[in-house]
């Protein structure tokens, strides 16, 4: 039995619905057997999961996106917090196709160093453009990326004299990474934040700062 208007009536009814199968025999007792049931919507606020994702201290974990149904539809995340010791991998369907991005990620929440990884065969989106880091966390990211144009540095704390590493991006090709600009909010007026070698990092004065042009 296929039913084309279930998406339809789902949608109508707002946030929450709810999808299950009833039925009733019109005695005292039943018994449904449901196999390989399935449910597909194209519409793409359905592919689309606002939930905030938070990967555990020292766990691994990953995220395997299923074949989109609607051609080119990512599937979207909402917030992603990162603890010490944690890992996340983002795999794409064995379909898909690899110059298209398959799973796309919200803001970014540094508590620990952690690594997000994009699987060699798919390319992968951070769409969040704030990224808020606890002082001294390093998130390390691999695989082939795109990024905001504009992201939002966000220290949760001091930021240290010297250099502070935010971001290894040494094993990650990004696919825009000349458009992108870093901003930082917070520190004082010698804090800046600074992309080079791979590395995204904060940078304050241990003394006078000269500058010249």
């Not at 890992?87 to 540094?110: N, Y």
């Not at 010297?162 to 007026?189: I, K, P, Q």
Request: charged share 15%; hydrophobic share 45%; with cysteine.
């Amino acid at each position: 039995m296929t039913n084309l208007n279930a998406g339809a009536r789902l949608a109508a009814l707002g946030t929450p619905a709810w999808l299950g199968i009833v039925g009733g025999t019109g005695g005292c007792y039943g018994q449904q057997i449901v196999d390989a049931f399935t449910f597909s919507y194209t519409d793409e606020a359905t592919r689309s999961f606002t939930n905030a994702l938070e990967l555990a201290a020292g766990t691994a974990s990953a995220i395997e996106a299923v074949p989109s149904v609607a051609e080119g539809l990512p599937l979207a995340v909402g917030t992603v917090t990162v603890n010490a010791g944690s890992s996340l991998d983002l795999l794409p369907a064995a379909d898909t196709d690899p110059d298209r991005v398959f799973l796309s990620l919200g803001d970014l929440i540094v508590r620990g160093d952690g690594t997000l990884t994009v699987a060699p065969e798919g390319t992968a989106a951070i769409a969040g453009d704030t990224w808020t880091f606890t002082p001294n966390a390093v998130l390390t990211l691999s695989g082939v990326l795109t990024l905001p144009t504009n992201v939002t540095i966000v220290i949760d704390g001091p930021i240290p004299d010297g250099r502070m590493n935010l971001v290894d991006l040494r094993g990650a090709t990004v696919l825009n990474l000349e458009e992108v600009t870093f901003t930082l909010v917070g520190g004082d007026s010698t804090d800046r934040v600074s992309l080079r070698d791979g590395w995204l990092y904060t940078i304050g004065s241990q003394g006078t700062l000269l500058w010249f042009q």
